[in-house]
Nanobody
Framework: QVRLVESGGGSVRTGGSLRLACAAS????????MGWFRQAPGKDREGVAG????????YYSDSLKGRFTISHDIGKNQIYLQMNNLEPDDTAMYYC??????????????????????WGQGTQVSVSS
């Protein structure tokens, strides 16, 4: 069973930065996608970005791509989300997600937004003006 634990959330002012981390454990296979999603109160969950274990990253939101950067440390089984120039609209619960593959197809390596089946508990990010 894959377990995901997020950290790094907090409260910042507009223009501030945060770096979220997600530690994964329990993978059976080396091929996997890990990603970040967020959900603001009263809104649908929104995909932010995903990253394949081989290093390819995919941004699900073009509007966030310039301010948010996903990265990973394969050795530690961790991913990160560097968030810069934060805005009040970025206030949300941020979730880490994962999916693993016994043998990843080219399509699976793109880390499609709907393909995740493991989820963390989330970390809260609050941005005030």
């Amino acid at each position: 069973q894959v377990r995901l634990v997020e950290s790094g959330g907090g409260s910042v002012r507009t223009g501030g930065s945060l770096r979220l981390a997600c530690a994964a454990s329990g993978f059976t296979y080396i091929n996997n996608c890990m990603g970040w999603f967020r959900q603001a109160p009263g809104k649908d969950r929104e995909g932010v970005a995903g990253i394949y274990s081989g290093g390819r990253s995919t941004y699900y939101s073009d509007s966030l791509k310039g301010r948010f950067t996903i990265s990973h440390d394969i050795g530690k089984n961790q991913i990160y989300l560097q968030m810069n120039n934060l805005e009040p609209d970025d206030t949300a619960m941020y979730y880490c997600a994962a999916v693993e593959f016994r043998g990843a197809s080219l399509y699976q390596r793109t880390c499609v937004e709907s393909g995740y089946n493991y989820w963390g508990q989330g970390t809260q990010v609050s941005v005030s003006s």
